[in-house]
């Protein structure tokens, strides 16, 4: 399973600073590769609910495809 491009774009919306706000829309739109422990997947991931197992997971998935 995954997480709806919606839910990501909310929980980044609803960063407070707008400077990280804008920096995390940067990084998740225009980077090619987005590692396990940046900034936004860590800072993201209790915003969309997810555990430690949880990016875990999705980021074993995502290196299979």
């Known amino acids: 399973s995954g997480v709806a491009i919606a839910s990501i774009d909310a929980a980044i919306g ?3 600073d707008q400077q990280a706000r804008e920096l995390a829309h940067s990084d ?3 980077e090619a590769n987005i590692s396990r422990d940046s ?3 860590t800072g993201l ?3 969309l609910g997810l555990t430690d197992t949880d ?3 999705l ?3 995502g290196a299979t495809l």
């Open 14 to 16: 609803a960063i407070p």
């Open 28 to 30: 998740w739109n225009f």
């Open 39 to 41: 900034d936004l997947i």
């Open 45 to 47: 991931a209790p915003a």
């Open 55 to 57: 990016l875990d997971d």
């Open 59 to 61: 980021f074993i998935l």
